[in-house]
C-alpha cells in the first residue's frame, strides 16, 4: 500500500512539472506557428510516441468493437480540448487563459456525481472552489488590459471538452485499452486539426528554427505523450472529481517555469494562490467522516 502511494504521488509530481512546463513551451511555440497547425502536429508525434507504447504493452485496439469510444475520446480530448486551449493561449494573458482552462477541476467534480455516482460533499465542493480561487489569485496579473472575447470562449469550451474527456473516459475505460485509447485518439485528432489548420492557417507562416522545433518536440512527447499516460493512468486508478483537483497545481508551477524561462514578473500573490489550492486540494481528497481513507 505504502509503495503504491509513492507510485501515485511521484506520477502526480511528475504530472504537474509536465504539463506545468508546457505552457512556457507552448508560448515559445506559438511565436514560430500559428495555433491549430501547432495543435495538430503535436498530436500526430504525441500519437505516434504513446502508439509505439501501445505496440510493445497495449495489447489489442479492439477497434470493430470500440470505435465510438475513439471517435468521442478524439473529439473530446483532442479536436476540442487540445485545439481549442492551444488558440485560447495564442489569444489570450497567460493568466486569463488558465483561470479559464482549469475550471476543468470543478466541473469534473459537478459531472463525476450524477455520470460516475461519486460523492459530491460539502467538503469536496468548498475544496474545488478554493483551489480555483486560487487560480484566480495567482493569474490576476493575465487580467489586464482588452481581454478577446473569442478567446474567452474558446478557453471556456476547451474547459468543458477537457472534463467531459475525463469523466467519458472513467466510464469507458474497461471498454478500450488505456494506451491505445490516447494513441489513436491524438493520432485522429492531430490529424483533423493539421487539415484544419491548412485550411485557416498555411505552413508558410511556420519557422523551422530551432526554439520552434524544441517547443514542438517538447510538447510532443512531454506535454502529450508522457503526461496523458500519466493522465488518464490516473483517472483509472482513482476517482476522476480527486484526481482533477490535482491539476490546479499545473497554472502554479507554469507560472514559476515561466518567471525561469520567459522572464516574466513573479508576484507574491503566488504564495497566497498556493496557499488556496493547498487547501482545496486537501479538502477534495479528505475522506468524509466516518469513512476510512482509501490507500492506493
Known amino acids: 500500500m505504502k509503495d503504491s502511494r509513492n507510485l501515485t504521488v511521484a506520477a502526480f509530481v511528475l504530472l504537474v512539472l509536465f504539463w506545468g512546463s508546457t505552457f512556457s513551451a507552448i508560448k515559445i511555440g506559438l511565436s514560430d506557428a500559428p495555433p491549430v497547425l501547432f495543435a495538430g502536429v503535436r498530436g500526430i508525434i504525441g500519437g505516434v510516441v504513446v502508439a509505439l507504447l501501445a505496440l510493445a504493452w497495449g495489447g489489442s485496439p479492439d477497434l470493430r468493437r470500440a470505435w465510438p469510444?475513439?471517435?468521442?475520446?478524439?473529439?473530446?480530448?483532442?479536436?476540442?480540448?487540445?485545439g481549442l486551449q492551444t488558440v485560447a493561449i495564442a489569444y489570450l494573458p497567460s493568466g486569463?487563459?488558465?483561470?479559464?482552462?482549469?475550471?476543468?477541476?470543478?466541473?469534473?467534480?459537478?459531472?463525476?456525481?450524477?455520470?460516475?455516482?461519486?460523492?459530491?460533499?460539502?467538503?469536496?465542493?468548498?475544496?474545488?472552489?478554493?483551489g480555483f480561487l486560487g487560480i484566480v489569485v495567482v493569474s490576476i496579473g493575465g487580467f489586464s488590459g482588452a481581454?478577446?472575447?473569442?478567446?474567452?470562449?474558446?478557453?471556456?469550451?476547451?474547459?468543458?471538452?477537457?472534463?467531459?474527456?475525463?469523466?467519458?473516459?472513467?466510464?469507458?475505460?474497461?471498454?478500450?485499452?488505456?494506451l491505445w485509447a490516447i494513441a489513436l485518439s491524438f493520432l485522429a485528432g492531430g490529424v483533423i486539426l493539421t487539415v484544419a489548420g491548412l485550411f485557416l492557417e498555411s505552413f508558410a507562416d511556420v519557422s523551422w528554427n530551432s526554439s520552434f522545433v524544441a517547443s514542438l518536440l517538447y510538447t510532443a512527447v512531454v506535454g502529450t505523450a508522457l503526461a496523458w499516460v500519466l493522465w488518464l493512468g490516473l483517472v483509472r486508478?482513482?476517482?476522476?472529481?480527486?484526481?482533477?483537483?490535482?491539476?490546479?497545481?499545473?497554472?502554479?508551477?507554469?507560472?514559476?517555469?515561466g518567471a525561469v524561462v520567459l522572464d516574466e514578473p513573479l508576484k507574491p500573490s503566488l504564495l497566497l494562490g498556493t496557499a488556496f489550492v493547498v487547501s482545496g486540494i486537501y479538502l477534495v481528497n479528505r475522506a468524509p467522516r466516518g469513512e476510512k481513507e482509501v490507500e492506493g
Open 69 to 82: 469510444v475513439y471517435a468521442l475520446l478524439t473529439l473530446l480530448n483532442v479536436v476540442l480540448f487540445l
Open 96 to 130: 486569463t487563459a488558465a483561470v479559464l482552462i482549469y475550471l476543468q477541476p470543478i466541473l469534473t467534480g459537478f459531472l463525476s456525481w450524477p455520470l460516475l455516482g461519486e460523492p459530491l460533499g460539502p467538503a469536496k465542493l468548498t475544496g474545488l472552489l478554493l
Open 147 to 178: 481581454v478577446s472575447a473569442t478567446g474567452i470562449a474558446f478557453a471556456a469550451a476547451s474547459a468543458v471538452a477537457w472534463s467531459l474527456g475525463t469523466v467519458y473516459f472513467k466510464k469507458a475505460q474497461e471498454r478500450v485499452p488505456m
Open 237 to 257: 486508478a482513482g476517482e476522476a472529481s480527486r484526481v482533477a483537483a490535482y491539476v490546479f497545481f499545473v497554472p502554479l508551477v507554469g507560472i514559476a517555469i
